[in-house]
């Protein structure tokens, strides 16, 4: 935990400070290169071991995510985050068929291959979307990601206080249903907070907590989702980048189900 501790307090500061501080184009390129990270990390969890396959694999990630950004805002760019909320739809309904694509075929590497460009491309479309708005981007960026990291600390102290009753002991055995709680009440708090610092009142306001608290689901799925796919691979931990913490994927795997609902939640509540 002291571990987990001080590099969380040494990476907070970083992420913070490009959020508010760096212009949405070079924001783009810098989230693009750590979520293209996270690609190469994916496919080691899916048991690809050429280098020139994960490397292929990454690069095709990343030229989508070019294009994608050179129409920004097209109907492509809004297709592909709407196809990144309806994915973690059906990986939540994944996760009550542990053994599905469990064994590692070809077909079933594909499918897993495919899954990851619908977790990584339509969260960076998410993020980036959000951080370019209109009004005060950057701040309902940051606000997006701190319900993500409070329900995260939220969950980790109610479940290790309360946690009795498993939530999904095949995939994940140290997640509890108490944690779930403790994520929902953490970030109900600094929905509600961060909604009134950023001027939502009344209905915009009730409107903002809702989108909040499926944006937590959304994010427990993700944490599950990768949770599943590692016990797939028999893997602890997607790398060993952070101290404490695990690989890139690890620290965002919650971020990546999260961001598409967070964007398209706030383009229907602006509508």
């Avoid at 989508?64 to 129409?71: E, N």
């Avoid at 960026?141 to 109610?158: E, H, I, K, P, Q």
């Avoid at 690890?250 to 964007?263: K, N």
Wanted: charged share 10%.
């Amino acid at each position: 935990m002291k571990t987990r501790t001080v590099t969380a307090l040494v990476l907070a500061p970083v992420a913070i400070a490009l959020i508010l501080f760096v212009p949405t184009a070079i924001f783009a390129a810098i989230t693009g290169a750590v979520f293209l990270y996270a690609v190469w990390e994916w496919t080691r969890m899916l048991g690809l071991r050429d280098a020139a396959s994960r490397a292929v694999t990454v690069v095709v990630h990343g030229l989508a995510m070019l294009a994608l950004w050179l129409g920004h805002g097209s109907l492509w760019w809004w297709g592909v985050i709407v196809a990144g909320v309806a994915w973690w739809l059906l990986a939540a309904l994944w996760l009550r068929h542990f053994s599905f694509a469990v064994a590692p075929t070809r077909d079933n590497t594909a499918l897993k291959l495919a899954a990851g460009f619908l977790i990584v491309v339509p969260a960076w479309c998410g993020l980036l979307q959000v951080h370019a708005g209109a009004d005060h981007g950057p701040w309902w960026t940051l606000f997006g990601l701190m319900l993500v990291w409070v329900a995260d600390s939220g969950a980790y102290l109610a479940g290790s206080r309360w946690g009795r009753t498993k939530l999904a002991p095949r995939i994940s055995p140290g997640k509890t249903w108490a944690g779930v709680y403790g994520a929902l009440v953490a970030s109900a708090m600094v929905g509600v907070i961060g909604a009134w610092l950023l001027g939502m009142r009344g209905v915009a306001l009730a409107g903002i907590f809702v989108l909040a608290m499926l944006t937590v689901l959304a994010s427990i799925v993700g944490d599950l989702y990768e949770s599943l796919i590692k016990r797939h691979a028999n893997v602890k931990d997607s790398g060993d980048l952070f101290p404490g913490h695990g690989g890139m994927f690890d620290r965002l795997d919650s971020v990546f189900a999260a961001l598409p609902v967070w964007a398209a939640g706030l383009a229907l509540l602006s509508a």
